[in-house]
């Protein structure tokens, strides 16, 4: 894929949806990091739905801690892996306070040593709170990429590496969402919907659906 077919790509992208944002539902930079967290292997859906009622009762690394592991067991249940997300948050809130004054801290390492981070979510904080041109990549964009053609890799890591080469500066900070967005609405996984798609007529896709 070319040079200018990536720039239309984010043209048409971007004025179908000027202003993305995440699907998670947060009010500080603190819940978008546990939402985040959250969010591994669960859909946006579950977790807005947990942390709505978590948020009310606790939303500082102070107030986390004070709920205490059970506390926030019993908030979190119903999503995927929650015994092992909730000993990662009273962790990562410890962390918070006794390293960063509680802040959340804008430098991937830092990001990254705290508990249930990994490089993805750190990628999603650095991009959405901080507004830093990182590319988180999920199995949405992973899977748009390859499709697409328009950066093939085997890896997520290769996948992340083309995108933050391949796409114009301009798209940078918001390419993330939008690339998410069309993963989880438009182009599925398994019958994508080619017939209303945006860049239908861009996409290098060999077996387009109607």
């Known amino acids: 894929m070319n040079k200018q077919k990536r720039w239309e790509i984010f043209s048409r992208l971007k004025k179908a949806n000027p202003t993305p944002r995440t699907e998670l539902v947060y009010t500080s930079n603190f819940e978008l990091l546990i939402s985040v967290i959250l969010s591994a292997q669960a859909t946006d859906v579950s977790v807005n739905k947990a942390t709505k009622k978590l948020y009310e009762v606790a939303n500082t690394p102070e107030s986390i801690l004070a709920l205490g592991l059970d506390g926030v067991i019993s908030h979190i249940r119903t999503i995927g892996l929650f015994n092992t997300k909730a000993k990662n948050i009273i962790k990562t809130c410890a962390q918070l306070i006794e390293l ?53 890799g085997k890896t997520v890591r290769q996948v992340e590496d083309k995108l933050i080469k391949f796409i114009p500066e301009e798209f940078m900070r918001d390419a993330h969402h939008w690339l998410i967005l069309h993963g989880r609405y438009v182009c599925i996984a398994r019958s994508p919907r080619c017939g209303s798609c945006v860049i239908e007529d861009l996409c290098e896709y060999k077996s387009k659906a109607e």
Not at 131 to 149: C, Q
Request: net charge positive; aromatic share 4%; glycine share 6%.
């Open 100 to 152: 960063h004054s509680s802040e959340i801290p804008r430098e991937r390492k830092a990001l990254e040593a705290l508990p249930g981070v990994g490089r993805k979510t750190a990628n999603v904080v650095l991009n959405t709170a901080f507004g830093e041109p990182t590319m988180a990549v999920d199995t949405h964009i992973f899977r748009i990429s390859n499709r697409t053609r328009l950066a093939p």
